[in-house]
């Protein structure tokens, strides 16, 4: 099964330019944990996360309606091609430590895949499972 059987092609982005609020507004409106940051021509910048946000801008007492997410975004992020296999983008997610991945073609955002997307498939359950593993294994605190 390809990345394009089982992403999600209508994802939400963000423009470097605008403010972390409203980033936080469209985590929270579209009840996602992070957004692609894209130009207006859907060129993929980076991704902002609701963790990002926190530790990034608000713990940092930045004002977050003043504070534009170029500021705060992960530049160089993980993606995947609509075409990949999904097992790859387990492995992507598992490597690198994320529960979501860009979709892009060309350097274009055309959507995004997530490990819930994959779990949900039914089809790779041990593979989603081995990731959420291999990611949570790194988020305990010492």
Known sequence: MQVKDLMNPSAVAVEPGSSVALAARLISRHNVGA??????????????????????????????????????????????????????ATRLMAVHQVRRLPVVESGKLVGMISLSDLARSGRFDMEAAQALSEISENIIVH
Do not use: F, K, N, W
């Open 35 to 88: 957004l692609p940051v894209c130009g207006p021509d859907r060129r993929l910048r980076g991704m902002v996360t609701d963790r990002d946000i926190v530790l990034r801008c608000v713990a940092a007492e930045e004002d977050p309606a003043q504070t534009p997410v170029r500021d705060i975004m992960t530049r160089s992020c993980a993606t995947v091609s609509s075409e990949d296999d999904c097992r790859e």
